[in-house]
C-alpha cells in the first residue's frame, strides 16, 4: 500500500478525487471517469478507479480533452452500478482535489440525485487544493504542480494523474502556508461560502448575502421581503444546482422562523 509522509496530523481520512465527464457543466454534464485515493490518519493511501458509461455520446471536444471515447465506456459500469461501491469507499471521509468546491462535488451531488441518493458533504471539511492556490498564487494544475512541487504535469487530464497531483499540491500547500491542521486550510477555503457554487455567503457581519446577479451583496432576507417572486425563480430554476437551490431553501426555512 502507497503511504505519503504526513507533515500535519489528520484528525480523519482525506478522500482526493477527480472526474473526467461528458462537459464542464456540472448541472447536467455526466461523469466518464472517476479517480479516487483516500489518505488515512497513518498517511496510508488507498485506491478506488473506474470508467464511467454516461449513457450518452460524449462530444468530441471532451474526448478532445480526457482521451475517454464512446468506446472506451461501451462496456464499462454506469454510475449507478459504482455508486455503492464509490459512496463506501467515501464513507465519512472529508474530501480533497482540485476545483473540487466547483465543480466535483456539484457534479457528484448531481450524479447522486439522480439515482435518489443524497450526498452529504455539510459536516466534511474540504480540502481544495485550487482554491488555496487561487487565493495565494492563482493558475491552474499543471501551474500548480511545476510551482509547488517542482515537477511538469505528465498525463494531465487524466483522472487518476490529476487526483495524486492535487493530493501532492495540498500537502504541500500545507507545508509552505503554515497551515497547522486541514481544518485550517478548509476554513480558509470556504471562508463564508455557504453553497458550493458561492451563490449565498456570510459577510462580515455574519449576515447571509448573495454574491451574484441584480441583487449581489444584499442581504438574502431583505431580498425576500421585498421580491419573493426573485426567490421563487431560484427554487425553481433548473439552471442552478442541486446543492444552490437546497441551500436557498434551508435559508429560506430559518428566515421564516
Request: with cysteine.
Amino acid at each position: 500500500m502507497d503511504k505519503i509522509d504526513l507533515k500535519v496530523t489528520l484528525l480523519r481520512p482525506v478522500v482526493f478525487f477527480d472526474f473526467e465527464t461528458t462537459g464542464v457543466d456540472s448541472s447536467k454534464d455526466r461523469i466518464v471517469e472517476i479517480s479516487a485515493q483516500k489518505v488515512n490518519v497513518d498517511g496510508t493511501i488507498e485506491k478506488f478507479y473506474s470508467l464511467v458509461n454516461p449513457c450518452r455520446p460524449i462530444p468530441k471536444e471532451a474526448s478532445d480533452v480526457n482521451g475517454i471515447t464512446d468506446e472506451d465506456v461501451k462496456n464499462a459500469p454506469t454510475f449507478l452500478q459504482i455508486s455503492e461501491d464509490l459512496l463506501k469507499f467515501i464513507g465519512d471521509s472529508d474530501l480533497g482535489g482540485y476545483n473540487v468546491l466547483g465543480f466535483d462535488i456539484p457534479l457528484l451531488i448531481e450524479e447522486c440525485a439522480r439515482i435518489g441518493v443524497q450526498f452529504k458533504y455539510g459536516r466534511r471539511q474540504i480540502m481544495d487544493s485550487f482554491y488555496i492556490f487561487k487565493k495565494k498564487e492563482a493558475h491552474n494544475l499543471t501551474k500548480a504542480v511545476e510551482f509547488y512541487l517542482g515537477e511538469e504535469l505528465e498525463e494531465a487530464h487524466s483522472a487518476e494523474a490529476d487526483t495524486t497531483a492535487s493530493m501532492r499540491v495540498f500537502f504541500a500547500q500545507l507545508e509552505k502556508y503554515g497551515f497547522q491542521s486541514t481544518n485550517a486550510a478548509s476554513e480558509f477555503v470556504k471562508e463564508g461560502i455557504i453553497d458550493l457554487k458561492g451563490k449565498f455567503k456570510r459577510n462580515a457581519e455574519n449576515i447571509i448575502c448573495f454574491t451574484f446577479g441584480k441583487y449581489a451583496n444584499q442581504s438574502v432576507l431583505e431580498v425576500s421581503k421585498r421580491d419573493p417572486g426573485y426567490i421563487q425563480w431560484i427554487l425553481t430554476n433548473p439552471d442552478f444546482s442541486t446543492d444552490t437551490r437546497k441551500h436557498l431553501q434551508l435559508i429560506v426555512k430559518e428566515i421564516e422562523k
